[in-house]
């Protein structure tokens, strides 16, 4: 597999969380976009932190249980996510994929967001390069 980087197979189309976003917007931009989680950035675009689907539904069922008002994304985020440089590796980041690890990274370059890398980008990148290299091997043994 050549070196792919992150650039070649992050998503750079999907806007990032702003600060101070409500919650049911943050949810409605999860669910638009298909991801299970989206960088919070602020005006300059720098990573502040990430929200989870997870983050939602907690946040949610404890807000709608105690009346307590509409929360904002500041309030439920993660702050200090890991991120990855858009020149980083896939299979790099592939290696370091497990159990705990984040299924989203937000893409950095330069303190600002770029885009974001998913689990499913990298698990499909290495399912085409390990398409790609049976072909091979089948088409050299037939030499």
């Known amino acids: 597999m050549r070196s792919l980087k992150i650039s070649e197979v992050m998503w750079n189309h999907i806007e990032p969380i702003r600060c101070g976003t409500p919650l049911p917007r943050v949810v409605e931009a ?3 976009n298909h991801v299970s989680g989206l960088p919070v950035v602020d ?4 990573v502040l932190g990430f929200v989870s689907e997870q983050d939602c539904i907690h946040a ?3 807000s709608n249980y105690h009346g307590e008002g509409e929360p904002m994304v500041d309030d439920v985020m993660f702050h200090n996510p890991l991120t990855v440089s858009p020149d980083m590796s ?3 980041l592939a290696q370091n994929l497990g159990a705990g690890k984040p299924k989203v990274y937000p893409v950095v370059d330069h303190g600002k967001l770029v885009g974001i890398v ?3 980008a990298i698990l499909s990148q290495l399912a085409k390069a390990g398409y790609t290299m049976e072909k091979s091997r089948f088409a050299s ?3």
């Open 30 to 32: 999860l669910l638009e």
């Open 43 to 46: 005006d300059q675009r720098h």
């Open 60 to 62: 949610l069922l404890v």
């Open 90 to 92: 896939v299979v790099d």
């Open 118 to 120: 998913t689990r499913t």
């Open 141 to 143: 043994a037939e030499d």
